[in-house]
């Protein structure tokens, strides 16, 4: 079993459509939990994370982490064409550093 | 700030060739990392180094080895390329062992 999984999609939704991204992990060790956006042939870049259980608001973005059930959730609202990219989520218990990632989801927003 | 600047861009290599993946990062960051991304399965850590002069394996640090000289640079070295080892290779680095990592723009490297 992988200790990240994430439905690698695609995903392709209408403009203004909420989206829902969303990640689970079997390593109860995980502390800190991370969205990032990858553009094609681009660097992942950070988008959110969260530490521990709970939401985290920013923008049209929200994060969730839900402990208990090992699951980590992204929400877009009003999701826009600048909005299609890969989409990876990623943890790490904080103690090495060594984050791992999920095989990411490749959203696409239609005009 | 440049951030993490990753050299080359892309590159070709024979297979047994070697070479050097050069990675540079300008905000002082301890922990560094290199990652590989095949198409389809997100990243997977080969090396890490959390300061200089440390540094540990990855979930995939075969045919791959690092060194950690200064805080500034994280090469990786690919010795005797083979075509498993087509990817793209992303370095980054941080200031915590928990979240903030900075990724360069990759190195497209393809061995045939």
């Known amino acids: 079993q992988k200790e990240v999984e994430q439905d690698p999609g695609p995903l392709s939704v209408p403009e203004g459509a909420i989206v829902s991204l969303n990640c689970t992990y079997s390593n109860s060790a995980f502390q800190y939990f991370m969205w990032y956006r990858q553009y094609s042939r681009k660097g992942p870049e950070l988008l959110m994370y969260?530490?521990?259980?709970g939401n985290k608001e920013d923008g049209r973005f929200t994060a969730q982490v839900d402990k208990s059930s090992k699951y980590i959730s992204l929400f877009i609202r009003d999701s826009q064409p600048s909005d299609s990219a890969t989409y990876l989520c990623?943890?790490?218990?904080?103690?090495?550093?060594?984050?791992?990632f999920g095989q990411g989801t490749t959203l696409q927003v239609k005009p | 700030n440049a951030g993490v600047t990753q050299t080359p861009k892309f590159r070709i290599l024979k297979i047994g060739q070697s070479m050097t993946l050069q990675c540079t990062q300008d905000?002082?960051?301890?922990?560094m990392y290199w990652y590989r991304q095949d198409p389809g399965m997100g990243l997977k850590l080969i090396y890490y180094?959390?300061?200089?002069?440390?540094?540990d394996k990855g979930e995939v640090p075969n045919g791959y080895n690092v060194s950690r000289s200064t805080t500034e640079d994280f090469p990786l070295r690919l010795e005797l390329a083979a075509p498993s080892q087509t990817s793209v290779y992303f370095c980054a680095s941080s200031s915590t062992s928990g979240y903030g990592y900075t990724f360069g723009s990759g190195t497209r490297l393809t061995v045939v």
């Open positions: 990623a943890m790490n218990s904080g103690n090495t550093g060594k984050l791992i």
């Open positions: 180094s959390v300061g200089a002069g440390i540094t």
């Open positions: 905000m002082n960051h301890n922990y």
């Open positions: 969260t530490y521990s259980s």
